[in-house]
């Protein structure tokens, strides 16, 4: 199975202790977000769980301790955006960022390591100038450090826009634009361009349009077949992305993003994160009485067959 750690919050970043402890303890609790008496329980085993992925904007506190997941193969997506603190107020320097990044592609290998150019939004000050000039110098560090980047424009969801009201759609000339000169930019520095959930028609500028997290994707970043099943495939219609199982949480996520769409406000998440406790098998609280505790099945995706050609 795939493990995502990433699509609701920043574990790498603020939990680092927590998900090493439940590495150690060989299992994790993860509440479902749309029926929360409901508690999902996964071994953590790689014999069960084919690749682990995570998303954060800091991968640094993992890197002491990553050695305990040396028997896992592993996916990473490191965000770096150009903006500032008005918009990321509690994010790492980009420098700090960058360096981190090829950090991580030392320890796990820069096939396993991608970074993410999104969202992408305009204003006056964040440009479409100001993000050419951007996205070229991340790609000049990064060139030979990641195995690709992927590129995606911002959606306004009801969070987003609670959040960020000024932020508008970026028009279809303005992603057209974009997309075509961040092609070029990823041929000039060897760094493939990935898109997901955007407008096919891109790949007509050589960029990758079929997700960011696909069966390809994985299979290349761990060196080995997966065999999916049938009531596994791509949930999106929009995309081939195999999205996984997600043992984070909504609304706890400290970074403060105001594009975030995984955060409901400020207050609540600072309410969370006074709730977890590192030595919990889950991220945030613990148990309750109403409780029911699924054991899922897991099983690994893993194709050992033999192929001649």
């Keep these: 199975m795939i493990l995502n750690t990433g699509s609701r919050t920043d574990i790498p ?78 994010v790492p320097k980009k420098t700090t960022v960058v360096e981190s990044i090829k950090k991580l592609s030392s320890l796990v290998g820069n096939k396993s390591v991608s970074y993410r150019y999104d969202p992408i939004f305009i204003t006056e000050k964040y440009s479409m100038d100001y993000h050419l000039r951007a996205f070229e110098k991340i790609a000049s ?22 959040n960020f009201p000024s932020v508008r759609q970026v ?47 994985l299979e290349y970043a761990t060196n080995c077949r997966l065999a999916i ?25 400290p970074h403060g993003c105001l594009y975030c769409y995984a955060n409901y406000n400020k207050d609540v998440v600072k309410k969370n994160y006074s709730l977890h406790n590192p030595n919990s098998p889950f991220l945030i609280g613990d148990f309750r009485k ?4 699924v054991e899922v099945n897991q099983q690994s995706y893993i194709d050992n067959q033999l192929r001649l050609f």
């Excluded at 690749?51 to 954060?56: G, R």
């Excluded at 990823?186 to 407008?199: D, F, M, T």
């Excluded at 099943?229 to 706890?252: H, Q, V, W």
Aim: aromatic share 14%.
């Design 141 to 162: 560090e990064l060139s030979g450090y990641v195995n690709s980047c992927v590129i995606s424009f911002i959606d306004l969801y009801e969070k987003t826009k609670r």
């Design 229 to 253: 099943p049938n009531n596994k495939k791509p949930p999106r219609a929009e995309c081939n992305c195999l999205l996984g199982a997600d043992i984070g949480a909504y609304n706890t996520c």
């Design 171 to 217: 028009t279809p000339y303005e992603q057209d634009f974009l997309a075509k000169n961040f092609a070029l930019i990823g041929k000039r520095y060897n760094i493939p361009i990935r898109s997901c959930c955007e407008n096919v028609e891109f790949k007509k500028y050589g960029i990758d349009v079929s997700g960011c997290m696909t069966k390809e994707v």
């Design 13 to 90: 970043a603020y939990y680092s202790d927590w998900f090493y402890n439940r590495i150690d303890d060989g299992y994790v609790l993860t509440r479902n977000p749309y029926n929360p008496q409901q508690v999902l329980k996964y071994i953590l085993d790689p014999s069960v769980v084919d690749v682990l992925v995570f998303c954060t904007k800091n991968p640094k506190p993992m890197f002491s301790r990553i050695e305990k997941l040396k028997e896992y193969r592993q996916f990473w997506f490191v965000t770096l955006t150009p903006y500032g603190k008005d918009i990321e107020p509690n």
């Design 290 to 293: 109403e409780d029911i505790i």
